[in-house]
């Protein structure tokens, strides 16, 4: 990520199940925005500037390299998911959820829809307390004091009492998994999705080359003859890229997400072969399948028949314009028949026919949040 930055915010709720409205905002924000780095303890405290039931606050700090004008809009588009409602007349009222941008690194905002720092947050013992725990030494950027000098010159006696409610820090992807492997038929989005990834979670990405196979616009032509130089030289390719970019880790990335996995070689090999070639294939390919890393996480995209012809048709390959659906129906049973083989694989299987996640940021965040 280009200029990342560090990010506070201040989360609050005085309706309906407190605790579990922050963890979703929570979950959200790690989605959504970027990655949460320390949660601030719960503190209870009465309402603020209008007569309300008791609020839940706390504090979180972030790593992200949103711009701020796009910020202001993901977190009013959290408040939403999580469920609030802001009354028409504009005052302070009761609420499911309420995210503060308290600060951006030491930047200093002034705008319509946004002013870094919170202008209010100095005369908010609410926030100040939460805020001192996780950064008491932060410097706020216009006062030029450390958080904990800016709650000693607080005035505000509201009650601020800690509880004991915890709430969990949403792990990133790269904290969970070393290596990811997104599988899926022809058409199905495997490698939008693995682009998306790499980028918005800066992961090394591994990309089939299959635009080099001189034997794929062949064998469209004609199956039967070229199925086993074509499958061949596909099974040594992977195996080769695989070993290589595997082995080959980059310091600068946190993780490794690919767009295919070597067994897709034993699938299609077994749609496209005679029994004796397929026979022949499967022992050589059971010999490589023993020196490649398993990934940490695979993903099998779904998407029906109907659905990948569309896809297929759209991105207008020429040789890839006579696949049949009855063919694309073969490769779908061999890869349930996979899925259900490989029990020591860890795979989650996901049902993309109603999404767009390349143009749909909510597709998107619902595949995150699968993972």
């Given amino acids: 990520m280009n200029n990342v930055k560090t990010i506070y915010l201040s989360l609050g709720s005085n309706q309906g199940n407190r605790l579990e409205n922050l963890q979703k905002a929570i979950n959200l924000i790690g989605m959504r925005i970027g990655k949460v780095e320390n949660i601030s303890a719960t503190y209870k405290t009465d309402s603020w500037g209008f007569v309300g039931d008791y609020f839940l606050n706390i504090c979180v700090s972030l790593t992200a390299s949103f711009k701020p004008e796009l910020l202001i809009k993901e977190v009013l588009k959290i408040e939403n998911l999580v469920g609030r409602i802001r009354p028409l007349h ?12 308290l600060l951006i690194g030491n930047e200093v905002i002034n705008t319509k829809d946004l002013v870094v720092p ?27 004091k450390s958080i904990t000098e800016c709650i000693n010159d607080c005035t505000d006696v509201t009650l601020v009492e800690k509880i004991d409610l915890k709430l969990n820090r949403p792990i990133p992807l ?19 999705l693995a682009n998306q990834i790499a980028q918005d ?23 039967e003859r070229y199925a086993f130089p074509l499958e061949m030289s ?5 195996y080769q890229q695989l070993s290589d970019d595997l082995a080959q880790f980059d310091l600068f990335k946190n993780f490794i997400v690919s767009d295919y996995y070597i067994f897709k070689s034993l ?12 026979f022949l294939y499967r022992k050589i390919f059971d010999v490589m399948y023993k020196e490649i890393s398993k990934p940490d996480l695979y993903i099998y995209l779904y998407q029906n028949t109907d659905r990948l012809l569309e896809n297929i048709k759209k991105r207008g390959r020429d040789y890839e314009q006579n696949i049949s659906g009855k063919y694309l129906d ?12 490989e029990q020591q694989l860890n795979t989650i299987i996901i049902d993309v026919s109603d999404m767009d996640f390349v143009n749909n940021k909510d597709d998107y965040q619902r595949i995150l949040s699968m993972l």
């Fill in 174 to 192: 790269y904290e969970k998994y070393n290596y990811i492997a997104i599988e899926g038929n022809i058409g199905a989005g495997k490698t939008s």
């Fill in 90 to 101: 504009g005052r302070f009222a009761s609420r499911v959820i309420d995210i503060d941008i």
């Fill in 267 to 278: 699938i299609f090999a077994q749609v496209t072969l005679q029994t004796e070639e397929f």
């Fill in 118 to 144: 919170h202008p209010k947050m100095l005369d908010r013992k609410f926030v100040l307390e939460p805020l001192a725990e996780i950064a008491p030494n932060c410097i706020h950027p216009v006062a030029k």
């Fill in 234 to 238: 596909f099974l040594a390719d992977r």
């Fill in 201 to 223: 979670f800066n992961a090394k990405m591994v990309l089939e080359r299959f635009a080099d196979n001189p034997f794929l616009p062949k064998f469209y032509d004609d199956n």
């Fill in 330 to 341: 073969k490769i779908h049973k061999g890869y349930a028949s996979f899925i259900q083989s």
